[in-house]
């Protein structure tokens, strides 16, 4: 299935492109805002994806785009090497659409659906540890806590211990012999969410360092931002619209609300952004109609000020197993 992109209108509302201006699409995907950028304005855009298998999309629209697109196989968290790379040093705009695509989901041998048999795979990049290391090598309580901090899984412990029994004996290679353990551990019937659904979402994050990704992410832009710049981030769970709202709310100077894994940030000198809305814009019904992906969808955008940029936030990175505790054993 294509990628049909979420909320356009309301990102291109917030982006507000104009003739001359360079902007960034950090999630490029199958290209679904860097054309519709390009086609609001006469600007240009540098796209980001760290899925080298967006590349042939991306090809095209650089033909397309009469050269003003460009296609950077990177993490967004790179993209002020990227702006550099590219000759540049500030930009006017950046747009973010996290997570993961249809086309990734929906292809059995990146292994991120438990409905369908893949390996057990699940990287955007194709680079560095898989989920498969992640269940052969972490421990019992890591993966716990994996699924509890990630997943939002409750039982996460019985998952955990029954994976951990399972591995003893038979190593996991495959999305459906794990997607059988768990769901045989979380046990109930059967509801409109597969069982699997949590153990697999805080799989993903993992990872792919989603949370820490997003927390460079958030201050990249903002060394980035040249001053009116804007910054549209669409989330799709409340892990990662809690770290833009905290992120975003302290940096506006407004009071940022804290949660037991991610404690409110200390305010900091001047205002380095100015929110767009207070409150996070959330799809149409008839959006959701069409598209069922976009229900759990939240855009949040601000404009960047002329302040300095702030230090990163370490306090915004959850407290959670990071992928650096497989990077450093593998
Ligand atoms: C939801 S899709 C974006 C869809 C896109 N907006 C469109 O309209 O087609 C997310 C894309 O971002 C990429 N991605 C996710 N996290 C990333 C990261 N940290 N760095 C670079 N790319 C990332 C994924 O590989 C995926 O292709």
Request: charged share 25%; with cysteine; net charge neutral.
């Amino acid at each position: 299935m294509n990628h049909v992109p979420v909320m356009l209108d309301e990102v291109l509302t917030a982006l507000a492109a104009r003739g001359g201006a360079i902007y960034i699409d950090g999630t490029f995907g199958a290209g679904g805002y860097s054309r519709a950028i390009l086609s609001a304005a006469d600007c240009r855009v540098i796209g980001i994806d760290r899925d080298p298998a967006v590349r042939p999309v991306g090809d095209d629209l650089k033909r397309a785009s009469g050269g003003r697109f460009v296609l950077v196989e990177a993490p967004f968290s790179a993209m002020r090497d990227v702006v550099a790379e590219a000759g540049g040093h500030l930009v006017d705009g950046i747009v973010l659409d996290l997570g993961v695509s249809s086309m990734q989901l929906d292809q059995a041998e990146r292994g991120f659906s438990f409905a369908k048999s893949g390996p057990l795979d699940m990287r955007m990049s194709g680079k560095g540890p898989s989920a498969a290391d992640a269940i052969a090598r972490l421990t019992e309580k890591e993966l716990a806590d994996i699924f509890y901090i990630y997943g939002e899984e409750k039982k996460s412990r019985r998952v955990a211990a029954a994976i951990v029994r399972e591995r003893a004996e038979n190593p996991f290679t495959t999305t459906d012999h794990l997607a059988s353990v768990v769901a045989k551990a979380v046990g109930g019937k059967h509801t409109k969410t597969h069982p699997a659904t949590r153990t697999f979402q805080g799989l993903r994050i993992f990872v792919n360092d989603e949370l820490g990704e997003l927390v460079r992410a958030l201050s990249a832009a903002e060394q980035l931002l040249s001053p009116l710049g804007r910054l549209v981030i669409v989330t799709f769970h409340s892990l990662e619209d809690r770290i833009v709202k905290t992120f975003l709310r302290a940096r506006a100077g407004l009071n940022a609300g804290g949660s037991r894994h991610m404690p409110e940030i200390e305010r900091g000198p001047e205002p380095s952004f100015r929110l767009l809305t207070r409150k996070a814009i959330e799809p149409s019904a008839e959006e959701i109609n069409v598209n069922p992906r976009a229900r759990s969808a939240k855009l949040r955008a601000a404009i960047r000020t002329e302040a300095p940029a702030w230090p990163i936030d370490i306090s915004l990175f959850p407290n959670a197993p990071s992928l650096s505790r497989l990077e450093a054993s593998s």
